[in-house]
Structures are given as C-alpha cells and as structure tokens.
C-alpha cells in the first residue's frame, strides 16, 4: 500500500531532550515536506526537500533540522525542544512539487507534546 | 508576506450545496489545491488548479482566478460525512514550497 509513515504517533517530552520524528515514504517521490498544525494556524511548512541531499526552509525552520540521506526517508530532528514546539506535526511527500492531479500524500500524523 | 484567506467556519445541511472561498497574496503563483481534513487526522488531496477555470471531480469542483488572485472549492449534494475542515493551498513556484490557509470548518447539519 502505497503510504507516508511516521513515528510516534504520540510523543510526551520534557524541554531540552534531543528528539527525532521519523518520516518514511514507500512511494519513489522525489519531493518532501515536515508541516506543523496549531489551532487557528492552519498548516505551515517547517522545512522541505526536493531531492536527496537538497533541503530548504519552510516559513517555521528555527528549532527543526531535517536530513535526507535517502530517497524514502526524512526525519525531522528537535534538538533542544520548548514548549512553545508542542503541536501536531505532518510528513507529506510528492512526485512532483506542484502535483496536478494526485496532491501531495500526508502520514497520519504525530502528536508532540513538550513540558 | 505571503498569505491565504478563507472563512473560518461555514454551516449548511444535507443536500444543500455550499462554496468555500480562498483569497491569496503570494510572491508568485504556481498553483491552487484544496484539501480536506476529518478531526485532525491526515489531510486528503482534493483538486489543484493552474489555470482559470473550473475543474469537476464528482461532487467536488474548483474554481481559479488568478487575475483575482481567488479560487474557491465547491461541494455538492453535501453528506454528513463531509463536516471536516477544508484548506486552501499555493504553490508559489516549481519548488515545493507550498503556503496553506487557516482552514475553513463545515458543519453539515441533518
């Protein structure tokens, strides 16, 4: 089945220790993409990636890290987590970056919470 | 900066048809999608505009301006099963970048 996987789904932390959300896609897609959804914020873009090793800042980069080592793969990376990071995050990958007919395919998302 | 506007919540009943408008201010402008979101699960792909015009799928249709720099999506012959929130999104360019709007909620009422 074609999908976006990420894990945790639910992550409870506490400030300043270093955590890593996984992001997996199985769909050959060259483009993606870390979203974070806060309430009355819709979803803004953290960070995206157009191919191996070709990353770019989204509109809310600080604090996040991303790599992309492999086509299939892009962790998101909070070095240092603040409250102020607790939300619902979203991985999304795509063939192309502006898809006409398919869109781009989100996982399930994770649910971070920082105390 | 860059933003998108669209009405934060619409009501309506089953059966009925309802527009959900999206305005956009971006540096360019590659692209308008919609997606749809049940209770904060996974957004779904919709439809996507480039150009002026409408675009059918089924129940669901979009509309693009761009020298209005406005779109909206149209749903018809509404189900209870479409109350989620809806968003607007926009490529500003060939890049993967991609700028959503704050999301518009519908409520199908019986």
């Known amino acids: 089945e074609a999908q976006v996987t990420q894990n945790p789904r639910y992550l409870i932390t506490v400030t300043g220790k270093k955590l890593t959300v996984t992001c997996s896609q199985n769909m050959n897609h060259e483009y993606m993409s870390w979203y974070r959804q806060d309430p009355g914020l819709g979803l803004r873009q953290i960070y995206y990636s157009m191919n191996v090793e070709v990353t770019d800042k989204g509109d809310v980069p600080e604090g996040y890290k991303v790599s992309r080592k492999e086509k299939r793969n892009f962790p998101l990376i909070l070095e240092s987590p603040s409250p102020n990071q607790t939300s619902l995050y979203f991985c999304?990958?795509?063939?192309?970056?502006?898809?006409?007919?398919?869109?781009?395919?989100f996982g399930s998302g994770t649910r971070l919470t920082v105390v | 900066g860059q933003s998108l506007e669209q009405p934060s919540e619409v009501t309506a009943v089953e059966g009925a048809i309802v527009q959900i408008n999206c305005t956009y201010q971006?540096?360019?402008?590659?692209?308008l999608s919609w997606y749809q979101q049940h209770d904060g699960g996974a957004p779904t792909f919709l439809s996507y505009n480039a150009l002026d015009g409408l675009e059918e799928t089924g129940r669901f249709s979009s509309f693009l301006s761009r020298s209005d720099s406005y779109g909206y999506l149209l749903l018809q012959e509404l189900q209870m099963k479409d109350s989620a929130s809806y968003f607007c999104?926009?490529?500003?360019?060939?890049?993967?970048?991609?700028?959503f709007g704050q999301g518009t909620t519908l409520q199908v009422k019986p």
């Open positions: 999304a990958s795509s063939l192309s970056p502006a898809p006409a007919n398919y869109g781009y395919t």
């Open positions: 999104a926009v490529n500003p360019g060939n890049t993967g970048k991609l700028i």
């Open positions: 971006t540096s360019g402008f590659y692209g």
